[in-house]
Structure formats: C-alpha cells, structure tokens
C-alpha cells in the first residue's frame, strides 16, 4: 500500500472564494487527503432543525473535484450554543462540583442522553446526506475524547447513569457491599440510589468505588461513540476513524477501537515534551525542538493495534503549537523526521495540523503549513519532500517484532486511585518499559489485556496489570519465550483488592508479594548486578528460583525459564541491562543506540531516525541532526 499524507482545513474559516486555490495548492504539495467538518456544528445547524448544508456541500464539492480525497468529521466536540439552552445541564461538571461553561470546546457530558440523543441526529443526517458523495472517503467521529479533561463529570447525569450502571454490575446492594469491602469504615448501602460519584468526601473514597466510577466512565466513552459509528454505518462504507491522543489513559481504548475501522492519533511531539512527560531538565533541553524520541513511537505501536493494523496520524504538529507552556519552532528536517517515522511503524497517513494559521480566535499562535498571510511555512517544504520521497519509494510494509508490551487502561485507573507512591503511574511504567526495549533497537508490538497469543514474540513485557486475564494468563503458562511480569502485576483482584493467595497466581510458580514499599525520587533500591530499582519494590517470597537478587539479598527477579517476575522499577540503564541480558538469551539481536538515534525495521527497510540536534554516524552513514536514513534489509 502507498503512504500517503494529508491536512486539516476549515473552509468555514476561510472566504468561500479562497477554496480553490487552497484546495489547488494542497494537491500541488502532494497532499492526498483533507480532514474538515469537526468544527463546525454551529455552521451546519445555526439553530435547532434549521440546516445549512449547502456551504459544506460545495465545500466538498470543490476539494473532491480538485483531486483530494476528504475525511468528514462529526461535529459534536463542539455543540452549537442553543445546544446549551435546550439541555442547560449537558455541562460537564468537574470534581469540585462545579459545571464547566460554554466558550471553548468540548463542554459536554458523556452521560447525558439528551446530548447523545442529538449527536445520533446529526450522524444520522451526515451520514444520510453524504455517504453517496464520491469524495467522502473516511469519517471521524467527534474529536479527541477527554481532551481538555473531559471524561471524567461529576454531574447529576452521571450520578443516575452511575446507578444504573452498578445495579446491573451487582445486581445487590450485598454483592457491591461485599466486592467493595464496605464493612469498613460503615460505607454499606442499601440501596443504589443512596450511592453517590466519588468526588468531594472528607478522606480519599474506596478504591473499588473509584475503579467502579472510572469503568462506568470509560464505558460512556465507548458508548457515545458507538451510537455515532452505528448511525454512519448504516449509510456509509468509508471507514470510522477516531483521532485519539498522547497519554490518555481515562478510557479504555481497545474497546472504542474495536467499534471503528482506523485507530487514528494527534501527534504533537515538541508540546508533548514540554508539557506531558517526564525528564531531567538536561534531556528536555537536548530534545526540545524534537520532541522525546520515544513518545511517537510508542504511541504508533499502541494504535496500529488498538486499530487492528490500520493506523493513521490525523493530526501532526507543523511548527510552534500555542498550547504548551513553552513552544519553540521543531528542527528543520522534523516535519519529515515525524512523518517517516510514522510510516515506518505501519501509518497509512499522516495529516499535518493544519493548512493555514488562523489569525483569530484561541490558536491564533499554532502554525500551519501555511502562514496566516498565506506564505508558505516551512513545514509546507517538508510535507512536499515527503510526497516526492513516498512515490520514489515501494511499499515498505510493517515487519514483525519480537518484543511486545502488553498495555491496560483499566489498570491505569487502578492505579489512579491507588498510586501507594507518588510517582507510580501507568503510562509511566509501560513507558520506561517500551523506551528501554526501543533503545535496544527492538522492533515492538503493543497488546491487549486480553492477548491470548503470544506465538509470535520471543519477549514479551507486562508491567503494571492489576489482574491478569485469563487467555493472558492461559497464553503465558504455553509461552516458549521470556515473559518478564511486574512489578505490581496480578497483584489484585478485579475489584482491587489483595488476593487470596496473595499475587501474583503465576502459572508454575509460587511467587508471592509479601510486602510493598514505595521510594521517594532521591532513594532506591541498589541491585547486586548492578543498576537499582526506583519508586518501587516488592518483596518476593516463594520456593520459585530466585534470578536476581537485590543488595541487601531480597529477590530482585524470580522465576522460571519463561516466565519471570520482576521486584522493582528498573531505572533506565537498569533496564537496559536487563533487556540486553533477556535478549542474549533469546539470541534476539539488539543495537544499543546513541543517544537520540532510533531505529525501526519494516518489511523492506531499516529506518534510523536521528533525533539529536546534531550528526551521527550509523555504521557508515551520517545522519544529519533531525535526519532519517533508510537502506533495503
Ligand atoms: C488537537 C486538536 C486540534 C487542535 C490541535 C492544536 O488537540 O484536535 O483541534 O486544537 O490540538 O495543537
């Protein structure tokens, strides 16, 4: 399959007679796709049940005939102000009980039904009004779930949904009382009505009742997005696409994914950097206009699965984003760099966000591939220099890992609730897992929870799952590779709490936590083979043999030859140690990189991406800073 590349636009944004040339101009930079719609609600319905379609009809109309090919959005992140006077409480309301307002985006709750109702409606009517159009080639469905913090309400809407939601979980006040553990401290209830969301009480609420409020909270997420998916399914044939986000972990993905065609996400690397992810105030310097080498990729490992294969980039960053607390420009070569890589982990498509710079309203200050005067910006050079390379270049194809991770959402809101150390978190974990694996130049894949074939791995990680599932488990006690478990995995019940015998319940082991420390970020834990672990340590009892100990003697790893329980939170180089040592024993070839080189191995070729902002050399090659070299396997 040929790669191809895209961009976001807004006609509604520009003159109606500046379309063509725009549209001209697109096609001219070697842009295939053009994403518009997501926006635009308050155009196509100014009030209720009076439609003005006719100004996204020609919209389509003169895209489509300049040669492009349009993903259409539904536009319910945004609903219309009228919206808000017919269903005042369809705010969302934040944890401290106070109702979000009109004014921005995104200001509405995933428990009102009234609201979803009128997102059906106009799925309903988009999709009946424009499947046939030969130029709608893909839909996007809302944009961004829980941007902007937007999963989680505490509203009267959310309290009923709630209620109903645990009565069919539980069936009996008795059953919730007992899976909660509600003797404690006299939470029992008699009734569901009588249980409120778990926001505002005098101490930290029951972790089951928080777990309980999270999954509800997911499941209206997936429930949302099904309704819409429905809808545009019964007129249309293009695929669904959603456009998901870096390090969102308050829904369960696998499953909005498994209700649409293309797992899509926004990748915004240098805002992400600044913004959303850790790193010594050295290493945010040395990649400051690059972006963190690692973030994009795990993100494409995450949702060419979460998207069975098909995986796009809706949105990639241009130039300075205007979200961040700092935003400087990207290296010239990371428009490239970015787009490259995605392909190389299995992208379709990669959109630039977006085609002209908006001189009004709140990203006024975000680039474009043009500049708000029409010039070009850079990135718009860069996005040609990709569609040249695309079409000299055959299908590169994805090529099979040996490593895999395995990734879980609920877990993440276990551990939410229940971080027990302040820097124990989810993404944190898998993360640090994911980059040490990459910085040994391992191809990865990311699976679900309930994965129950792991044939095609040699090593496969799972940190972090509260419980593990049953084909997870069925599939680890068959594996003929290095599974390398923990720490904090199958260490809880699914209502989260401590098992009976005590985690993990590994196949053909004995392995027991017998007590659970958490570190500040200036202690650890030295290892007798030298590194440590940081933020957290189990102590491990059992008859199951010991691998590694720490140095003061406690069980670091124990286990059997396949399977293998790790204590503790390897620092970076600590992990690299013990990926590198796993993989001599499964003879899988690993190239420790330099710092900000990467590499990914497709089908046909082998990328290396230099994310430093300077050359290096791979073998005989040098990458310029922000480059990216290829050569045939
Ligand atoms: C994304 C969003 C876009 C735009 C962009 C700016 O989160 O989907 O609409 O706001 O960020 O970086």
Same mark, same amino acid.
């Given at each position: 399959?040929?790669?191809?590349?895209?961009?976001?636009?807004?006609?509604?944004?520009?003159?109606?007679?500046?379309?063509?040339?725009?549209?001209?101009?697109?096609?001219?930079?070697?842009?295939?796709?053009?994403?518009?719609?997501?926006?635009?609600?308050?155009?196509?319905?100014?009030?209720?049940?009076?439609?003005?379609?006719?100004?996204?009809?020609?919209?389509?109309?003169?895209?489509?005939?300049?040669?492009?090919?349009?993903?259409?959005?539904?536009?319910?992140?945004?609903?219309?102000?009228?919206?808000?006077?017919?269903?005042?409480?369809?705010?969302?309301?934040?944890?401290?009980?106070?109702?979000?307002?009109?004014?921005?985006?995104?200001?509405?709750?995933?428990?009102?039904?009234?609201?979803?109702?009128?997102?059906?409606?106009?799925?309903?009517?988009?999709?009946?009004?424009?499947?046939?159009?030969?130029?709608?080639?893909?839909?996007?469905?809302?944009?961004?779930?829980?941007?902007?913090?937007?999963?989680?309400?505490?509203?009267?809407?959310?309290?009923?949904?709630?209620?109903?939601?645990?009565?069919?979980?539980?069936?009996?006040?008795?059953?919730?009382?007992?899976?909660?553990?509600?003797?404690?401290?006299?939470?029992?209830?008699?009734?569901?009505?009588?249980?409120?969301?778990?926001? =505002?009480?005098?101490?930290?609420?029951?972790?089951?009742?928080?777990?309980?409020?999270?999954?509800?909270?997911?499941?209206?997420?997936?429930?949302?997005?099904?309704?819409?998916?429905?809808?545009?399914?019964?007129?249309?044939?293009?695929?669904? %696409?959603?456009?998901?986000?870096?390090? %969102?972990?308050?829904?369960?993905?696998?499953?909005?994914?498994?209700?649409?065609?293309?797992?899509?996400?926004?990748?915004?690397?240098?805002?992400?950097?600044?913004?959303?992810?850790?790193?010594?105030?050295?290493?945010?310097?040395?990649?400051?206009?690059?972006?963190?080498?690692?973030?994009?990729?795990?993100?494409?490992?995450?949702?060419?699965?979460?998207?069975?294969?098909?995986?796009?980039?809706?949105?990639?960053?241009?130039?300075?984003?205007?979200?961040?607390?700092?935003?400087?420009?990207?290296?010239?070569?990371?428009?490239?760099?970015?787009?490259?890589?995605?392909?190389?982990?299995?992208?379709?498509?990669?959109?630039?966000?977006?085609?002209?710079?908006?001189?009004?309203?709140?990203?006024?200050?975000?680039?474009?591939?043009?500049?708000?005067?029409?010039?070009?910006?850079?990135?718009?050079?860069?996005?040609?220099?990709?569609?040249?390379?695309?079409?000299?270049?055959?299908?590169?194809?994805?090529?099979?890992?040996?490593?895999?991770?395995?990734?879980?959402?609920?877990?993440?809101?276990?551990?939410?609730?229940?971080?027990?150390?302040?820097?124990?978190?989810?993404?944190?974990?898998?993360?640090?897992?994911?980059?040490?694996?990459?910085?040994?130049?391992?191809?990865?894949?990311?699976?679900?929870?309930?994965?129950?074939?792991?044939?095609?791995?040699?090593?496969?990680?799972?940190?972090?799952?509260?419980?593990?599932?049953?084909? =997870?488990?069925?599939?680890?006690?068959?594996?003929?590779?290095?599974?390398? %478990?923990?720490?904090?995995?199958?260490?809880?019940?699914?209502?989260?709490?401590?098992?009976?015998?005590?985690?993990?319940?590994?196949?053909?082991?004995?392995?027991?936590?017998?007590?659970?420390?958490?570190?500040?970020?200036?202690?650890? %834990?030295?290892?007798?083979?030298?590194?440590?672990?940081?933020?957290?340590?189990?102590?491990?009892?059992?008859?199951?043999?010991?691998?590694?100990?720490?140095?003061?003697?406690?069980?670091?790893?124990?286990?059997?030859?396949?399977?293998?329980?790790?204590?503790?939170?390897?620092?970076?180089?600590?992990?690299?140690?013990?990926?590198?040592?796993?993989?001599?024993?499964?003879?899988?070839?690993?190239?420790?990189?330099?710092?900000?080189?990467?590499?990914?191995?497709?089908?046909?070729?082998?990328?290396?991406?230099?994310?430093?902002?300077?050359?290096?050399?791979?073998?005989?090659?040098?990458?310029?800073?922000?480059?990216?070299?290829?050569?045939? =396997?």
């Amino acid at each position: 399959m040929k790669r191809t590349l895209g961009v976001c636009y807004y006609p509604e944004h520009w003159p109606e007679d500046q379309w063509a040339t725009d549209a001209a101009q697109m096609v001219a930079s070697g842009l295939t796709w053009v994403r518009i719609g997501e926006f635009g609600w308050s155009r196509m319905e100014p009030s209720p049940e009076t439609f003005t379609w006719d100004w996204l009809d020609r919209a389509v109309d003169v895209l489509g005939n300049a040669g492009l090919k349009i993903i259409l959005g539904t536009p319910t992140a945004t609903p219309p102000r009228w919206m808000i006077d017919k269903y005042p409480d369809m705010l969302a309301v934040d944890a401290e009980g106070r109702p979000r307002k009109f004014g921005s985006r995104r200001h509405y709750d995933f428990s009102h039904l009234g609201y979803r109702e009128e997102c059906k409606r106009i799925a309903r009517l988009m999709g009946q009004r424009y499947s046939k159009n030969p130029h709608i080639a893909a839909w996007q469905i809302d944009n961004e779930y829980d941007c902007h913090d937007t999963t989680l309400s505490y509203s009267n809407a959310a309290r009923r949904g709630f209620q109903d939601w645990l009565a069919q979980r539980y069936q009996s006040t008795d059953a919730l009382n007992r899976a909660w553990g509600n003797v404690f401290w006299s939470m029992e209830y008699d009734s569901f009505d009588q249980i409120d969301l778990p926001n =505002l009480t005098v101490t930290e609420p029951n972790h089951p009742h928080q777990l309980a409020f999270r999954r509800y909270s997911s499941d209206q997420v997936v429930a949302f997005n099904k309704v819409q998916a429905d809808e545009i399914r019964k007129h249309s044939d293009a695929p669904l %696409i959603h456009n998901y986000m870096g390090r %969102i972990t308050t829904f369960d993905h696998w499953k909005v994914g498994a209700d649409l065609d293309i797992a899509s996400w926004d990748s915004y690397p240098i805002g992400f950097l600044s913004d959303r992810l850790e790193g010594t105030p050295a290493f945010k310097q040395a990649f400051l206009r690059q972006g963190h080498p690692d973030n994009q990729a795990f993100h494409h490992d995450l949702y060419r699965a979460v998207g069975r294969g098909r995986m796009w980039v809706m949105e990639q960053q241009p130039g300075p984003v205007n979200w961040a607390p700092y935003n400087p420009a990207p290296l010239p070569g990371m428009a490239r760099l970015w787009a490259w890589e995605a392909f190389a982990h299995g992208a379709e498509t990669v959109c630039y966000f977006r085609w002209r710079q908006a001189p009004f309203a709140q990203e006024q200050m975000h680039a474009g591939l043009l500049r708000p005067d029409s010039a070009p910006a850079p990135a718009l050079a860069e996005a040609r220099q990709v569609a040249d390379e695309i079409e000299a270049l055959a299908d590169v194809g994805t090529a099979l890992a040996h490593a895999a991770l395995v990734f879980d959402y609920e877990s993440a809101w276990a551990w939410d609730a229940q971080p027990q150390g302040a820097d124990f978190e989810m993404f944190r974990l898998a993360f640090a897992a994911y980059c040490a694996m990459r910085r040994a130049g391992l191809n990865i894949d990311i699976l679900p929870p309930d994965t129950g074939d792991l044939s095609a791995y040699k090593l496969v990680m799972a940190p972090g799952i509260m419980t593990l599932s049953d084909p =997870l488990r069925k599939a680890l006690a068959n594996f003929d590779g290095v599974a390398l %478990i923990g720490p904090r995995t199958d260490t809880k019940t699914d209502e989260l709490s401590i098992p009976m015998p005590l985690g993990p319940n590994l196949p053909g082991s004995d392995i027991r936590v017998s007590l659970t420390e958490s570190m500040p970020p200036d202690d650890a %834990i030295g290892l007798r083979n030298g590194g440590q672990f940081v933020h957290w340590f189990e102590h491990l009892e059992g008859q199951t043999e010991v691998l590694e100990l720490t140095a003061s003697g406690h069980p670091a790893i124990m286990g059997t030859e396949n399977l293998r329980y790790l204590a503790g939170w390897p620092d970076d180089e600590t992990f690299d140690r013990i990926i590198a040592g796993l993989c001599a024993e499964l003879d899988i070839q690993i190239h420790p990189l330099a710092t900000g080189l990467r590499l990914r191995d497709t089908a046909t070729h082998r990328f290396i991406f230099n994310y430093a902002n300077y050359a290096q050399d791979w073998k005989n090659t040098t990458i310029p800073a922000a480059g990216v070299h290829w050569e045939p =396997l």
